[in-house]
Structure formats: C-alpha cells, structure tokens
C-alpha cells in the first residue's frame, strides 16, 4: 500500500475485472477527502491534476501534496498528471514523483500524435512512470474553455497507435465528453467492443461526471479500466459549500470540502466496483 505504479493499478482491474477511479484535485482538503474515501471503502486510487488546471493549483505546491498523501496511504494510490501537453511540466510532474503521466496528444494529426507521443513516453520511462496517451478527441474541454466536437476512435488508428507508441493504456473517444453532459450521453459502446477486442492494454475513459451507472458497467465489461472523474467532485464541493452559508470557522469549512470531495468519490468507486479490493 502506498504509492504506486498506475499500471500496478489497472493491471489488478484487469484481472479482477473492475474499473478504477482517476479523481482530479485542485486543493489539500479534496486530496485528504480522496484518499480518505478509498481508505474506507479499500480501493485502489488514482489521484490527478490536469496541466490546463495549474494557474489555480500549481504543480510545485500541490504535487507534493499529492504524492506525499498517497506515500502515507493505506491503500494503493497512483499520482497522474492529467492531460500534459508540454514537455517541461510533464517532467516538472515526473521528477516531483508522480508515477503516471497522460500525454494528450489527440489535437495533432495521427502521425504527430504518435512521435510526440513516444518522445513523452521515452521521458516518462526514464522515470519507471506509466503512460496513457489519447486517440480521436473527448468532446468538451478539460476546463470548458473550449467545447472540442467529439472525433470517435477508429479502430485502426487505435491499433497503430498503440502498437507504435507503446504505451501502457489508451483514452478512446467513443461519445464521452468533459464537463456535464448536455443532454442523456450516447456512448458508442459497439466501437468500444470492436477497440478492446484489437486492443491489449487497459483502456480509458474520460468524461466520467454524468455517466449513469449501467454504461460505466457495460464501459468496464467492454476493457474500461481507467475511469475520470473532475467535474462531478468540484460541483459537489461548490454545491455543499453553497448550501452551508454559515460555518462554525475556517476550519469546519475545510473539513465541509474535505467531506463534500470523498462523498463524491466514494459514490464513484461504488460504481467502477472497486471497493473492497485492496
Ligand atoms: P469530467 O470533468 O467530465 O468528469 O472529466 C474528467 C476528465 O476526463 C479529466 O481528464
């Protein structure tokens, strides 16, 4: 117990048949109330940041938050770096000790996707960290600056690039978005079937707030392993915080988000079945 590989993670979901949780945070309190969470349901965790995320929450203050947390766990916890898109702050991320690093490449043509993608993954190696990249494009934006049109994987394109690249797990655009869905999502789980079965590694899926519990069954069923989750953790923190307009001090408010970030975690690890594995 304690931090580890993300692949150390998604290989036990593989064989256990389960999905895991990679939970963004932006403060202290939604890392304690993560690891709390997985703490008390024995899940396996995977904790992240997105490099769109850091003009709030820099990397040199909160990365060390992160992987310290996860060093003093009681249960598996992997450090990600969440949707990296420069060189420097990926290795900013991996020298600080994160263990994982996604490179989000999926805005380039395949060609430039796949060699940037390798040149990250080679940087990554170096430091024993997991790689996920990402082929077609999520819909959204990690952040909603920009509402990104969703681009479905291809399958062969799914294949070269994992084959060429060599990565340890792969993001598929199949109709998920970031942020809160517009209306009911419609995900393309026969594409989903057709990828895992050309596919060996874990697959992963972003866009997790608003994905009812039946599709992320069937996502699971279908090779999913890697299941994130930003938006429904930062909305539950507002909502708690918005519904308490009087607070005892500062420090109850802190342990309000504390509490408000593991509520929405613990629902989530309920769903991907990954509680009592650990
Ligand atoms: P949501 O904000 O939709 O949960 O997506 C999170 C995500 O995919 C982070 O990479």
Redo the contacts with the bound molecule.
């Keep these: 117990m304690t931090l580890v590989k993300m692949k150390d993670i998604l290989d036990q979901a593989e064989v256990n048949h389960y999905g895991v949780g990679?939970f963004?945070v932006a403060n202290m309190e939604m890392v304690r109330g993560a690891v709390w969470a997985a703490e008390e349901l024995r899940s396996p965790l995977i904790l992240?940041i997105?490099e769109v995320r850091l003009n709030h929450s820099p990397l040199h203050l909160i990365g060390p938050v992160m992987v310290e947390a996860a060093k003093r766990a009681t249960v598996p916890v992997a450090v990600h770096f969440?949707?990296g898109l420069t060189e420097g702050k990926i290795r900013e991320a991996l020298e600080i000790g994160f263990t994982s690093i996604?490179y989000d490449g999926s805005h380039y043509p395949l060609e430039k996707n796949i060699n940037e993608t390798k040149k990250m993954a080679a940087m990554a190696r170096e430091f024993g960290a997991t790689v996920e990249a990402e082929i077609g494009q999520?819909g959204?934006s990690?952040d909603g600056s920009i509402d990104l049109e969703i681009l479905i994987t291809s399958v062969a394109e799914a294949k070269r690039f994992a084959a060429e690249t060599g990565i340890d797990a792969l993001a598929i655009a199949i109709g998920n978005?970031?942020?809160?869905y517009k209306g009911e999502p419609n995900l393309r789980i026969d594409r989903l079937a057709e990828i895992n079965s050309e596919i060996e590694i874990p697959l992963v899926l972003?866009?997790?707030?608003?994905i009812s519990e039946s599709d992320f069954h069937t996502c699971i069923s279908h090779g999913i392993r890697k299941i994130?989750?930003?938006?429904?953790t930062?909305n539950n923190v507002v909502k708690v915080i918005n519904e308490n307009t009087h607070f005892e001090n500062y420090f109850s408010y802190q342990q309000r988000i504390m509490e408000a970030a593991a509520v929405n975690v613990k629902h989530h690890m309920e769903m991907f079945m990954s509680t009592g594995r650990v």
Excluded at 177 to 180: E, L, P, S, T, V
Excluded at 228 to 232: D, F, G, L, S
Aim: glycine content about 20%.
């Design positions: 990679a963004s992240q997105a969440d949707h996604m999520v959204g990690e978005a970031h942020g809160m972003h866009g997790g707030s608003g994130n989750v930003a938006t429904a930062f």
